[in-house]
């Protein structure tokens, strides 16, 4: 597998535009499945995960064409509801393809979804809302296969608000019979992102106040033409990575308002953000401060997504401070790398405990998921000497090109 090498000790001073965002472009892409029709979507970003989901809805009879960041989806041929192994294994958003196949079709079968190791990951949500809205599935161990004659719009109340299970959900009542209407559900941005899509596609579906949805079943759906926004989750990472290795940086299309956890800890840590129409500027040119104790949760609470970069910036502050997870039990896993160059971290349950203040030294580490890997990315940037992050695929998965970003905000990055 290819790596990233990178020269430590190193300030940033740059802009950078942020990509489309990953998670709101796969459930739209699933979402276009409920369309008959051609669906363009605007500014995907080229990783990894969505060139997969495009070879999934190409082995289920859809029509796609991908030109540069412009994807046509055309799920007129939609016939077949079996999933292919080969990719629902490699990527975990496969699930959120459940619930536009039982609507559309009435059928959908795949093996148990893969995905990155950062904790347990099961499906059980998924399948409890789906079986009550009338899907009949069944488990045989490898596999899922879920059936059903018509799904009907009912009331439903999520245990937890997964962001995956509420897009399931979602794209499944678009097609129910009657209304549904979700309590719990996941308030994330991106599920903002894919409601605006079906309602540009005619869907009915209306927010009432927080953590409620009420969804009208509507059989008839029309393709439109739709922009993925930016995403705040490499937006977070760069964000990080200004903190931990100080400079200064415009980051352009940064999304607004998606951030706010993160902005506000920056800030608490010493770094100034000003917002200039669609862009952030971030600059942190003096020490950087304990941030104290962090969570995450979910939106609007800090994103387990970036808890791995904002933890290089948490070491190379001055104090200790604590970061617990309370999303994913496996998030930790990086720790171990980022401690084989100095972090100290300790790790006891749920919490990491960072002392603050170390020097890091370049080392030659290896990713073992997306984020964990961007993490280690950053680590390298603020360490002394250089650094290979082995195993850079992971890191492809959500993010363009790291190299070239990080290169258009000063750091010397290469391709390893
Ligand atoms: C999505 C994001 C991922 C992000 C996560 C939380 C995409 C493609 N991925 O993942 O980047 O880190 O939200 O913000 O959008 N859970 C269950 N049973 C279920 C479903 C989830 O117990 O049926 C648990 C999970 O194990 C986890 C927690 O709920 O502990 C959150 O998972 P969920 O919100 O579903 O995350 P994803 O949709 O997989």
Not at 154 to 172: C, F, H, K, Q, W
Not at 270 to 285: P, S
Not at 321 to 335: A, D, K, L, P
Request: neutral net charge; glycine residues 12%.
């Amino acid at each position: 597998m290819k790596s990233v090498y990178i020269r430590g000790n190193a300030s940033l001073y740059g802009e950078v535009t942020i990509q489309g965002s990953k998670n709101a472009a796969l459930p739209i892409m699933a979402a276009a499945l409920l369309v008959p029709g051609v669906c363009v979507l605007r500014n995907c970003p080229r990783i990894a995960d969505v060139e997969y989901m495009c070879r999934i809805l190409v082995s289920i009879g859809c029509r796609v064409d991908r030109k540069g960041r412009e994807i046509r989806i055309d799920a007129s041929g939609l016939t077949d509801g079996r999933l292919p192994k080969e990719y629902v294994t490699r990527m975990r958003s496969s699930v959120m393809l459940m619930g536009p196949l039982l609507g559309r079709i009435g059928e959908v079968s795949l093996n148990h979804p893969g995905g990155c190791v950062i904790g347990d990951r099961p499906i059980d949500l998924h399948i409890k809302a789906l079986s009550r809205m009338g899907a009949a599935c069944r488990d045989d161990g490898t596999g899922l296969t879920a059936v059903s004659g018509g799904l009907r719009g009912t009331s439903l109340r999520l245990d937890y608000p997964s962001v995956g299970a509420t897009e399931n959900v979602i794209m499944a009542a678009v097609m129910a019979d009657g209304v549904t209407c979700l309590e719990n559900c996941a308030q994330e941005p991106e599920i903002g992102w894919l409601c605006d899509f079906l309602i540009h596609c005619g869907a009915s579906i209306t927010r009432q106040g927080t953590g409620r949805l009420l969804i009208r079943g509507q059989r008839d759906l029309h393709p439109c033409i739709y922009t993925i926004p930016s995403d705040r989750i490499v937006a977070g990472t760069y964000l990080c990575a200004c903190l931990a290795a100080g400079g200064e940086v415009l980051l352009k299309g940064a999304p607004e308002g998606e951030n706010d956890a993160l902005e506000g800890m920056a800030e608490r840590m010493g770094a100034k953000l000003r917002r200039t129409g669609d862009a952030l500027r971030v600059k942190r040119a003096g020490p950087l401060l304990s941030p104290g104790r962090v969570e995450t949760g979910s939106f609007p609470a800090f994103p387990t997504d970036l808890q791995s970069p904002f933890l290089v910036a948490m070491a190379q502050a001055e104090g200790e401070s604590s970061m617990r997870e309370t999303v994913f039990n496996g998030r930790f896993g990086v720790v171990a790398e980022l401690n084989r160059m100095g972090a100290g971290i300790e790790v006891e349950k749920d919490t990491a405990r960072v002392p603050g203040g170390r020097r890091l030294t370049g080392r030659r580490v290896r990713a073992a998921e997306l984020r964990g890997g961007a993490a280690l990315v950053v680590a390298g940037l603020c360490a002394e000497g250089d650094t290979l992050v082995e195993n850079r695929s992971y890191v492809d998965r959500g993010y363009e090109d790291i190299c070239r970003d990080l290169r258009l905000l000063g750091a010397c990055v290469q391709d390893g």
